[in-house]
Every structure is written in C-alpha cells, then in structure tokens.
C-alpha cells in the first residue's frame, strides 16, 4: 500500500519569503505526484503534478521529482498572504484512479 | 464545463441516525465517482470508487457504503452513524489531458 508523508507539517514565512514543502512516497512506480492546495472548509484544488524526474515550473511554483530516493518538493517563490493553505501531495496509480494523499503541510504567509 | 455538486452542505446527527450524503456530476459523460472522507485535522482518504453505474469498490471499510445509481450520481450512506464518522465528505471525479482530480465542495458531518 502507498505510503505519503510530508513535512514539515507546519511552516511560517514572512511575505515575499521562497516557502519550501516536501513529499516522500513509497513506490517508485507511482504515476503521477500532484500538489494540491485546500482552504479550511473547500475541497482541495490542484496546483501542479509531475510524471518525470527533474522539475516542473508553473508561475511561482516550482516542483522537484527525484524518483530513485522517491521525493518531490514544491517551492512557492514570493509567497503571499493568500497562499496560506493546506497543501496536500497525493500520489497516483492506474492512470489518476487512486490518489494517496499525505497528511498535509498548513503553510501561513505572514504580512 | 464540468461542475461536481454535493448535498447536503452540512449535517447535525445523533449516533445511531441513518445517513445519506448525495454527489452530482454535471457535464461529463460516464465519469469515474470517488468519495472521500477527512477527519478534522486529519489525511484525507479515499473510502469507495465507482467506475460504472451499479459499481461501487470499496476501498477503506469505515462501516459506510456507496451506491452508483444514475450516471451523474454518486451516493454515500448508512444505517447507524458512529462518533467516528464525523468529518468532511468530499465526491471527486477526474477529467482532462493530465487525468487531474476536481473535488466538490464537500459535506460537513457531526456526529453527537
């Protein structure tokens, strides 16, 4: 069975900061990992995903895939107040029929 | 454009009450319907997936079940609600190039 784990659970950063998030999985041929980002109360929203080793960048966001020690991270640069959320890493399998998630990182951008 | 719909918003019951949470799919032919279940500050879980009308797998046993009825329509219910069933109740499907996961708004449920 899939195993996700993140950290730090909790991270604090000054606006304008680089917020740095990290994801390890358990199984190398996982598919897809996907970021996502849930406000209290909403359903999640997903950010960003990568398949391939390397990195991905979107806008502000990057993300890193490194398979063989089965970690990803995502990096939001210039981090603002409205980024304050939970952000989720979920694995997939089967072509996105299951989603394993992790236990979430509660990030907060401070004025 | 695909919308995911649930009802209701949220619910108040007492342990023993039966349950019955709905799900909606709109603009999206033969879907796949996941529900998802998440403890107050905890993971978020997948509990059943229906690929088909009249197919539901389960996933995670939490003495709940899951009925396709319709198409578009996915339900979660049962007969005698535990404490530990509170949370929030998210139905997702997945569409587009990438086979990205949209969640709907979710229910919130108390237990008493």
């Known amino acids: 069975q899939e195993k996700v784990q993140q950290s730090p659970e909790s991270l604090i950063v000054p606006e304008g900061a680089m917020s740095s998030l990290n994801c390890t999985f358990s199984?190398?041929?996982?598919?897809s990992i996907w970021w996502y980002q849930q406000h209290p109360g909403k359903g999640p929203e997903a950010l960003i995903s990568i398949f391939s080793n390397g990195n991905k960048k979107e806008g502000r966001l990057t993300v890193y895939l490194n398979r063989a020690s089965l970690h990803v991270s995502l990096h939001i640069r210039d981090s603002q107040p409205s980024d304050s959320a939970v952000y989720l890493c979920a694995v997939t399998n089967n072509a996105g029929a299951k989603l394993t998630f992790g236990g979430g990182t509660r990030l907060t951008v401070r004025p | 454009a695909q919308t995911i719909h649930q009802w209701p918003v949220a619910e108040i019951k007492a342990v023993g009450s039966p349950l019955s949470l709905g799900c909606t799919i709109k603009g999206k032919s033969s879907p796949n319907l996941y529900w998802y279940w998440q403890a107050t500050g905890g993971t978020l879980q997948q509990l059943f997936y229906?690929?088909?009308?009249?197919?539901v797998e389960s996933v995670v046993q939490l003495n709940l079940s899951a009925s396709r009825p319709k198409d578009d329509q996915f339900i979660l219910s049962t007969e005698k609600l535990l404490l530990s069933h509170s949370g929030f109740y998210l139905c997702a499907s997945f569409w587009g190039a990438y086979a990205e996961q949209f969640f709907g708004p979710g229910t919130r449920l108390t237990v008493l």
């Open positions: 199984n190398s041929a996982s598919q």
């Open positions: 229906s690929i088909t009308v009249g197919q």
